[in-house]
C-alpha cells in the first residue's frame, strides 16, 4: 500500500498532539480512538502502551508529536511495527461489532496467543472453529466433542497468521468459550453459542 493511501488523523489529548495513520475508510475507528484518549488522558504520554483491542498501541515520540503505532499483525508482530493502524483498529471494530449482533460477552485473545489447526483446515469452501477451553480449534469440517479430546488432531499456529487467510476468522477470535463459528472468506456464515436451540446466522460484517 503506498504511502498515498494513507491519511492521518491527529488531535490533542492529554495534553499531547497525536497522529494516527489509517486508509481513508476508516479514519472514523482513528476518531473513536482519539475520543477515547481525550477521555482518559492518564494514558497519553510518550511510549505509552495502550490496551485497546486485539494488539496494543503505542504513542511513540517523533518532534512535538506522538504517532500511534501496533505490532505489525501483516507481517510480523513478533518484529515488526507499524504506524497503519488499519488492520487492528477494523479487527478491534468488528468483534465489537460481532458482540453486538449475537449478544455474547467477548474475552480476550492475544493476537500472540495460538490456536490450534487440524491437518486439511483450508481444504474446504468453510472454515469451522469451536472455542474449548479457552482455545480456538480450527478445522475444514465441524469440530464434535471427539475431535476436541484428540489431542494428535491438531497443531498450533499463531492466530494473527489468520490474517492473510481469512479476515472473519480473527473477527470471530474474541467470542467466548464454547462459541462455534463457520466463516469462509469473506464472511461469517454463523455462529452459535453452545446452546442447541439457538443458531444466529449473520450477515457479512
Not at 494514558?43 to 506522538?66: A, C, E, K, N, Q
Request: glycine share 6%.
Amino acid at each position: 500500500m503506498d504511502a498515498g493511501d494513507f491519511t492521518t488523523t491527529g488531535r490533542r489529548a492529554g495534553g499531547a498532539d497525536i497522529e494516527i495513520d489509517t486508509i481513508p475508510a476508516v479514519a472514523f475507528l482513528a476518531e473513536e480512538l482519539l475520543t477515547y484518549l481525550e477521555k482518559n488522558p492518564e494514558m497519553v504520554h510518550d511510549d505509552s502502551v495502550i490496551d485497546y483491542g486485539w494488539s496494543p498501541i503505542r504513542l511513540t515520540p517523533f518532534d512535538d508529536v506522538l504517532v500511534a503505532q501496533v505490532p505489525n499483525v501483516v507481517t510480523n508482530p513478533r518484529t515488526d511495527v507499524t504506524a497503519d493502524l488499519s488492520t487492528v483498529l477494523w479487527i478491534r471494530a468488528q468483534q465489537w461489532l460481532l458482540a453486538e449482533k449475537t449478544g455474547l460477552e467477548l474475552e480476550e485473545l492475544s493476537y500472540l496467543d495460538d490456536v490450534q489447526i487440524a491437518e486439511g483446515w483450508r481444504t474446504g469452501a468453510q472454515i469451522h472453529m469451536r472455542r474449548h477451553r479457552g482455545r480456538w480449534l480450527i478445522a475444514a469440517s465441524e469440530v464434535t466433542d471427539e475431535a476436541t479430546a484428540d489431542e494428535t488432531l491438531w497443531s498450533p499456529l499463531p492466530s494473527w497468521e489468520l490474517l492473510r487467510i481469512a479476515l472473519p476468522l480473527a473477527y470471530c477470535l474474541w467470542l467466548p468459550e464454547g462459541t462455534t463459528a463457520v466463516v469462509d472468506e469473506n464472511e461469517i456464515l454463523e455462529v452459535r453459542d453452545g446452546t442447541p436451540e439457538r443458531g444466529l446466522r449473520l450477515d457479512a460484517v
